[in-house]
């Protein structure tokens, strides 16, 4: 979305920049989510994924009860209010609920999706307290706000945050409204406000139990996900995860003649650490070497555990001699380090770098058969093929 400056003849996104702000606002509020703002953000893109099919029926659905709320009200509402009624309900709120229910199945509409959700509750009761200034009363219409409330927290798929300041939007209305407008009739005011708070209260507990379990569910989710690509003594990414990364880089590097670098680590006699010291101390090894390989890595570079002893370093954007610069830093690196029980040990690396028809299996096994040599050539050193 563009804008065109007619001073400086430029265009300028800052249309794109009001949706960003728009996104953040609507999407990414911290409010009732998690502290940690990639947690949060995570959590968020989550529940926008599971949000699609529920916003989409309820829209629907709700689209539908104010079709039958005309239909009725065509025979029973009062002659004077009969056409505005039908235009709120049947020509405007129900077709926008429509919108919205169609809309919501692509991810790209989104925000809009969250801006049209928080504003038509707020326009529906809008709608009907005017209705209720024609009627002159507030009883017939009064209930449709307390049903409103409890959609907003429960059913509408709206974001906590934005559900309570919708619904306190409405809660004022109805209540300031007949407060203002009618007189005489105390003993109905303070019933109506009764229901009103009783609604926003059994709302705002709904909305909050299932603004926590969804929170439960996501960081469940997250575990088993976390579980199913780390390596549990570690804390490293596992070899399904390196499958998946890989093949990815593997193809845009491909796509855009972009050079990887693969580092296959062996840890020297490992197995000798473990006939000595027990597989306790051998545990600790592997979690200090990692640690050690970990910390002489770029930010574009990621560690995966490849089994057993051995590790596996994807470096990016990396050419033969820069990888071969990182291998020799994490081998001077291990061999200066002094491990508890066991004192120095040593580590060989075997390093490729990607060709044009690469896939995993191919440049897993250069960079094996660079390690074979290194280890033939006397170990505690790095060869490259």
Known sequence: MLIYNYKDGNLYEEGNLLLKKLKH????????????????????????DHSYTQISYITAVTATMYILLGTINFYIAPKEILPIALLLEMLLIAPLLYFISYISYKRKHFVYVELLLFISPIFAASSHVYIMSLLGVYNPYQAELYLMIIWIYTLSGMSFFHSVISSVIIFLMGIIYPYICYEGELDLFILHV???SISMIFGFVGGYLLK?????TFLKQVELENMAIMDKLTGLYNRAKLDEVLTRELKISSRYKRSIGLLLIDIDLFKSVN????????DRVLIEVSKLI?????SSDTIFRWGGEEFIVLSLETNKEEALNIAQKIRENVK????????????????TTNHQDDDINSIVKRADEALYEAKNSGRDCVKYI
């Open 25 to 48: 606002i609507f999407l990414y509020s911290t409010v009732f989510g998690f502290d940690n703002v990639k947690t949060n953000k995570a959590f968020v893109e989550w529940r926008t």
């Open 194 to 196: 009764m229901w009103m």
């Open 212 to 216: 926590r379990s969804q929170k439960d």
């Open 275 to 282: 006939d000595t010291h027990g597989h306790l101390v051998g």
């Open 294 to 298: 970990k910390s002489n890595l770029r």
């Open 336 to 351: 200066q380090a002094n491990f508890e029980f066991v004192g120095n040990k040593t580590i060989s690396i075997g390093v």
